[in-house]
């Protein structure tokens, strides 16, 4: 891959880097979520750590736009461009999660519902916004109360992208569309601190689209620039100065969202732009040939791939079940296993995680795979221009 970024190529370590994205959402879902407060020192340390596996979640998006985007850029000026896009991405995403709501809506039936799960009843009186993927503005206004499904709101904010961002890239120049990659990565972090100088919920800047667009952004624009006239390992020459510049800056924004209570929110909002650029160095570092060597072999490891390969699935069906047990205090019962508290914790999370493994790969190769097949029916053309 020297000079410009080579189109269509597969990136094993990019497979590893999601593995690491779905391990930290694991972390904070089955570890962080599940520790209540006023517990020992052990567990708070450990719901402190594990609580920045939400880094994840933005870990996911630049990782998201960078791909996607390089994946558009590549098929400019190919043939049915957008029905190409839209198709395989609509066979990628809505199978499962459309089989998902239709579950929780429709398959479980009504009296065992009201009996045994009258908790769904919320998931039922909601469809309006978890079919349209609206999800992300309900839980803005209301917070993570859906049952099962609140995880949602980050497929909503993806979705939303993929419905605006092909247009942006097949109409318009490479310079202008990186641009808009800096405006609208701007537009979100003012859009964030807007919205807490105005006294908005929590919510509010955490899961509205324009308010997280910055992640999705930069992953964008370094796939860009990957396709500009210093190609990939030009970019990654560039990305080792500013890898350390970003994580400087995460650190500091890091101090002072714990040291400042006023401050808080405005740290919180500058600390998701340099999380972003750091997370976007990350990637094209071990994408490039000459990456580090030690992070290539890491991320090139199968058990890691093969979680990056399951990863939605992953994503999906752990949310559920980490909702499940919060639910039903199913930690009681792994502490009458284990004896202690925190190794009840340590149990579930365990168990958690292995169940999330095992119902994702059923997913995949029993479900989604067939879906997944038909995206060769839409691969993309090249004009015979293009391709000489």
Known sequence: MTGRAARGS????????????????????????????????????LARLTGYGAWGVDLFFVLSGYLITGILWDMRGS?????????????????????????????????????????????????????????NVWVAEHGFEIPYISH?????????????????????????????????SLFALCSRLALDAAGFGPFYAHVL??????????????????????????????????FWFSAAGVLITSAVHSLFATLHAPAESFRLVFLALFFGCCIVLVAAQNGPAWAKVLLRARWLTTLGKYSYGLYVFHGILASGFARYSTIEYFQHLAGSHTLAILLQALFGTALSILIAVISYEAFEKHFLKLKKRFEAVQPAAVRS
């Open 10 to 45: 597969h990136v094993p370590e990019l497979d590893g880097i999601r593995g690491v994205a779905i391990l930290m959402v694991l972390a904070l879902h089955f570890v962080c979520s599940q520790i209540p407060a006023h517990q020992n020192k052990l567990e708070l340390v």
């Open 209 to 242: 689209t324009p308010c997280r667009l910055d992640a999705l952004c930069i992953g964008s624009w370094f796939a860009l620039a990957a396709r500009g006239d210093d190609g990939l390992e030009g970019l990654a020459q560039r990305a080792q100065r500013w």
């Open 79 to 135: 043939n049915a461009y957008f029905r190409t896009f839209f198709v395989r991405r609509t066979l990628r995403i809505f199978p499962l999660y459309y089989a998902t709501l239709l579950i929780f809506t429709v398959l479980i039936p009504d009296s065992f519902v009201r009996a045994r799960m009258p908790e769904v009843l919320t998931i039922r009186e909601l469809q309006p916004w978890l079919w349209t993927y609206l999800t």
């Open 152 to 184: 949602f709101w980050t497929l909503a904010i993806e979705e939303h992208f993929y419905l605006f961002w092909p247009f942006v890239v097949g109409l318009l120049p490479l310079t202008t569309v990186r641009r808009i990659c800096v405006g609208a």
